[in-house]
Structure formats: structure tokens, C-alpha cells
């Protein structure tokens, strides 16, 4: 993400080539709300380091996905730290798109230091992996 924000800039040499007729832009925003498709057709969203301190996403039906990540700064290197769902602790490092679509409260805690453990060390907090054997995880 980073990287990309060095590539893609607002200027009128902010778009390095083609930007794939949206796909970039698309990729940005998952990005930079801390919630990413892991895989299309998946139904899993990763979560990660939200780059700013609130957001709102209309997900139709008079629900609303809200993001807080107190403290988020997205010019500086944060890592996540603690994921709760709807007031209760979520371990997994991802959602599925039934718990996604139904509007929830997504808040992170945030830090500068790498965790050594806890949110998502587990080997059960992690997705499945869809490109290994049947039932892996991702590693």
C-alpha cells in the first residue's frame, strides 16, 4: 500500500499507466479501510491497518459498516493490535461476507510495535488457504 501511494499520486502524472479501468482504485479503498477480499469469490475479508480513524460504508438495506481505529495515521507504520466486533473481541484476522454485509462495528487498536502474540498468532485466527491442500491455513 505504501509503495503503491509513491505510484499513485494526486498530480497529473498521478496515474502510472493504465489504472486497469478501476481495478487500482478499488484496491486503494479496501486498502486503506482495513478490510481487503482475500481471495474473489471467497467471501473472506482480511483485516488490517485501517489508515484513518473513522469510516462509514453504506452497505445498502440501512446498513452501515463502521470503522474506528483510534489514532490511525496513515503516513506512519501501525499495527494492529486487537480487532473487536461489535463490541466483543474478534480474533480471526478476517470476516465473511455474512458477518460484512450486515452492517457491523469494526474497532482496532492500534500500535506502533509489531505484536509478538495475540491477535491473530493463532494458527485457528487465520483464513483458509484457497491455493493449498483442501483445509489449510494460511501461514
Not at 23 to 49: E, R
Not at 55 to 71: C, F, Q, S
Not at 99 to 110: C, N, S, T
Amino acid at each position: 500500500l505504501r509503495a503503491a501511494q509513491q505510484l499513485f499520486t494526486n498530480a497529473p502524472n498521478g496515474v502510472t499507466g493504465n489504472d486497469d479501468l478501476g481495478t487500482m482504485s478499488a484496491w486503494y479503498l479496501f486498502s486503506a479501510i482495513g478490510v481487503y477480499p482475500a481471495v474473489p469469490g471467497s467471501g473472506q475479508f482480511l483485516l488490517h491497518t485501517p489508515r484513518f480513524a473513522k469510516v462509514e460504508v453504506d452497505m445498502g438495506n440501512g446498513r452501515t459498516l463502521r470503522i474506528d481505529a483510534p489514532g490511525a495515521d496513515g503516513r506512519r507504520l501501525q499495527y494492529v493490535q486487537g480487532v473487536q466486533l461489535d463490541g466483543r473481541a474478534h480474533a480471526p484476522v478476517w470476516l465473511d461476507w455474512n458477518q460484512l454485509q450486515q452492517g457491523p462495528r469494526l474497532q482496532f487498536a492500534l500500535d506502533a510495535q509489531a505484536p509478538t502474540q495475540g491477535w491473530g498468532t493463532a494458527v485457528q485466527d487465520l483464513p483458509v488457504s484457497w491455493c493449498a491442500a483442501p483445509g489449510s491455513v494460511l501461514r
